[in-house]
């Protein structure tokens, strides 16, 4: 359990941090989700969404070139 400061700051326990991977001077993300807030550092999170982006990159590019096919 963690209390928050009067600038809204919180200590992290231990335990979590070891469990994340979190190190003094990392940046961590806070992502919402269907069940609450997901802690994640930030960059496991820029890799996740980049692989996102990456899909939808080759889907569009798959959706191109069916579009072409159909037009020839």
């Known amino acids: 359990m963690s209390a928050v400061t009067k600038k809204y700051q919180v200590t992290i326990p231990k335990r979590v941090r070891?469990?994340?991977?979190?190190?003094?001077?990392?940046?961590?993300?806070?992502?919402?989700?269907e069940?609450?807030?997901?802690?994640?550092k930030l960059d496991e999170f820029i890799e996740e969404n980049a692989k996102i982006l990456e899909d939808i990159d080759k889907t569009v590019k798959?959706?191109?070139?069916?579009?072409?096919?159909?037009?020839?």
């Open 35 to 40: 069940d609450g807030y997901k802690i994640i």
């Open 18 to 33: 070891e469990e994340l991977g979190i190190e003094s001077g990392d940046k961590i993300a806070f992502v919402k989700t």
């Open 62 to 72: 798959e959706m191109k070139e069916a579009i072409g096919r159909g037009m020839e």
